[in-house]
């Protein structure tokens, strides 16, 4: 995500101490971008919504969702499926940031279409460098624009 691109990241994770350590870390790798976290599933299939369909220059940026699996409300499955099948937000990437490491889960998420699949490790200097890491690729990639 260069400077000539801005971009919103959609953070969503339930757990309050994963959301303070990924953002401290993105921004630690350089990331200046505006960050919106929810909490829950259905949270940030809201946010989606109202940001296709409100005509807001605030909102009228590229977004990329960072989604936990386990949350409640709408699971991170539920959430992925819904993006997945809108028209206006299929094309918005979405990196799957979870605990499990279950093969077939992974397969699950990359069939409901997310672009990437990344598992937080549980030790906490492994984790702090798997997100600064995660941010070092946001830094560099391109995502569409809105339709």
């Known amino acids: 995500m260069t400077t000539h691109q801005p971009i919103t990241i959609l953070l969503v994770e339930d757990d309050p101490g994963h959301a303070v350590l990924i953002e401290k870390n993105l921004r630690r790798s350089g990331i200046t971008q505006e ?29 990329l969702i960072l989604l936990d699996l386990n949350l409640p409300v709408l699971d991170g499955y539920q959430v992925l499926k819904t993006i997945k099948q809108n028209e206006r937000s299929k094309r918005i990437p979405v990196i799957v940031l979870t605990t499990t490491d279950n093969p077939s889960e992974v397969t699950r998420c990359y069939e409901l279409g997310c672009n990437a699949y990344v598992t937080k490790p549980v030790e906490y200097e492994a984790f702090s460098k798997a997100i600064q890491n995660l941010g070092r690729l946001l830094s560099i990639i391109q995502v569409p624009n809105k339709a």
């Open 35 to 63: 960050i919106i976290t929810v909490n829950d599933g259905q949270s940030a299939v809201n946010v989606l919504l109202e940001r296709d369909s409100s005509q807001s220059e605030a909102h009228s940026d590229p977004v």
